[in-house]
Structures are given as C-alpha cells and as structure tokens.
C-alpha cells in the first residue's frame, strides 16, 4: 500500500503512523514513536512524498539495532531506539498493559536466524527475515 512520508523514509525501515495523525503519513517507527503497520519498500527522501509499505504477511529483511544483535527463527521483534530497526519481542519482561506505555510495538516474526552485521556507515546493524505482522498472537493476562 502506497503511504506518505512524514519525514525521510529508508528502504527497509520499519515504519508506522507518524504521531500527528495525518492521514497516510508514515515515519521510521522508534519505541517511543509511530506505531509500526510495515517496512518500507522504497526510500523518500522527501516529506511529502509516496513511499509503498508491505503489511501483514509480507516477508522482508530487516535490519536489527546494532551489529552484534542475534535472533532465533520463531522469535518476535519489536521496535527498538533506532529509527526503522528492529529488537528481540521479550514478552517475559513486557507485559501486555506496559506495551503501549513502553513503545514496544510489534513488528513481527523471524523466519530465520539473524545474519550479524558489520559496524561500518553502510551497513550498521544485524539483519533477519520477518513475517510483518504488527499484531501478537497471544497476551499476557496477569
């Protein structure tokens, strides 16, 4: 689905609706902003600009916060402090009335392990392959 950017957008973010609530206006998603709804398949440099999404079910690389960041297939992800990146879902620490307080959001599920990343400027954080599905499929009760 075809958004607007809220701000620059890269392909391969993690991306969610920008905060003020315009209609369609998406931004990186961080734990603290922009409720993720999917990962970027181009990138807008311009605010303003059309920038496609891929949503529920689609299966993407995303990249994770830091170089040395690991996962295991079956694992959830969330958002991290990093604009567009990705964290490990730790539902044991996370409880279902702290998520919305905390900014973790759910952005989805590997498909695989992580690949570790190398700290250079072109390629920061650790990559994994994700099922977007910003909705879990359970919820801690207690």
Not at 36 to 51: D, F
Not at 81 to 106: D, K, M, N, R, Y
Request: include cysteine; hydrophobic fraction near 45%.
């Amino acid at each position: 689905m075809t958004f607007y950017a809220g701000s620059a957008i890269l392909r391969g973010q993690v991306v969610g609706y920008a905060d003020a609530g315009d209609t369609r206006t998406v931004i990186p998603a961080i734990s603290t902003a922009g409720i993720p709804i999917g990962v970027a398949l181009e990138s807008q440099a311009t605010t303003g600009g059309k920038v496609p999404v891929a949503m529920n079910g689609a299966v993407l690389t995303v990249m994770m916060v830091d170089d040395g960041s690991t996962l295991d297939a079956g694992h959830w992800v969330m958002t991290g402090a990093v604009a567009g990146c990705v964290i490990e879902w730790a539902p044991s620490v996370i409880g279902h009335v702290a998520v919305l307080s905390t900014g973790a959001f759910p952005v989805g599920y590997a498909l695989k392990d992580s690949v570790l990343g190398t700290a250079t400027a072109a390629n920061y954080g650790s990559t994994v392959e994700i099922v977007v599905n910003t909705c879990p499929i359970w919820c801690d009760v207690n």
